[in-house]
């Protein structure tokens, strides 16, 4: 896996025929639409977590999005 090979780094940055090529997906445009409208989704999801976390003697909220889409230039 990619991200062992990172040493598990908190950031994995993969193209798009990269992981349809995990999935082991063709890739052509019916794929790579369908991939985009899912990253699309994944990226508005964002996880709160409401006094959650201590820092020290503070409880602490916390926001998470799971991925952020980058392009390439």
Known sequence: MKSQQANYHPELNL????????????INPQYLNRLEDSLKRWQGLRLDFQ???????????LTFQLISMKRKQ
């Open 15 to 26: 193209s798009r025929y990269e992981i349809l090529k995990g999935c082991n997906y063709p």
């Open 51 to 61: 006094q959650s976390f201590m820092d020290g003697s503070e409880a602490k909220s």
